[in-house]
């Protein structure tokens, strides 16, 4: 079991998200949220977030599961 200590800082997770949509990396909203213990709206804020300040591409879409 994890201890709140465990987690990543945001400003590491914002790091890790902006390396790999860099590296071409696909991921879903879902497959962050779970990796870095957060809420789905998290994850959104944060892509917002980056977004925002122009570390990742304005046109960034998150991988889609296929059925």
């Known amino acids: 079991m994890k201890?709140?200590?465990d987690e990543k800082s945001r400003v590491e997770r914002l790091r890790e998200i902006v390396a790999m949509v860099a590296r071409g990396e696909k991921f879903?909203?879902?497959d962050l949220a779970v990796r870095y213990l957060v809420s789905v709206n998290v994850v959104y804020r944060d892509i917002?977030?980056?977004?925002?300040?122009?570390?990742?591409?304005?046109?960034?879409?998150?991988?889609?599961?296929?059925?």
């Open 3 to 5: 201890s709140i200590l």
């Open 28 to 30: 879903s909203a879902f």
């Open 48 to 67: 917002a977030t980056l977004r925002d300040e122009k570390l990742i591409p304005e046109d960034f879409e998150f991988a889609r599961k296929e059925r």
